[in-house]
């Protein structure tokens, strides 16, 4: 059997899905839709500070300064049980 015999793709599919326009437009269908138009586009104040610059942290750490916060690391423990009572010597093995 041939392929494409019985069907044809349209050239355009949103008129039958009815979906909002691929290339950004907004549609009161689809008032979610992210298209082309609302991505990007945003600045970037000049003012703006970084808190931190991972980049510069990053950099920073040596093998020593790993090794060292690596010593600082608190471990929780599990608490100590007590040890469990020897057995009497009169007592019998258990039955297998």
């Known amino acids: 059997m041939?392929?494409?015999i019985y069907?044809?793709?349209r050239p355009s599919r949103e008129p039958v899905t009815r979906e909002g326009d691929p290339?950004?437009?907004w549609s009161a269908?689809?008032?979610?839709?992210m298209g082309y138009k609302s991505q990007g586009g945003g600045?970037?104040?000049e003012d703006l500070e970084w808190a931190s610059n991972p980049k510069q942290a990053q950099e920073?750490?040596?093998p020593e300064s790993l090794a060292a916060r690596h010593s600082q690391?608190?471990?929780?423990?599990?608490?100590e049980t007590a040890p469990?009572?020897?057995?009497p010597a009169d007592a019998k093995p258990a039955p297998k």
């Open 60 to 62: 920073e750490l040596t």
């Open 84 to 87: 469990t009572p020897a057995l």
């Open 73 to 79: 690391r608190v471990i929780p423990r599990l608490p």
């Open 7 to 9: 069907y044809t793709p």
């Open 43 to 45: 600045k970037v104040p």
């Open 29 to 33: 269908k689809f008032p979610d839709m």
């Open 2 to 4: 041939k392929k494409g």
């Open 23 to 25: 290339g950004g437009k």
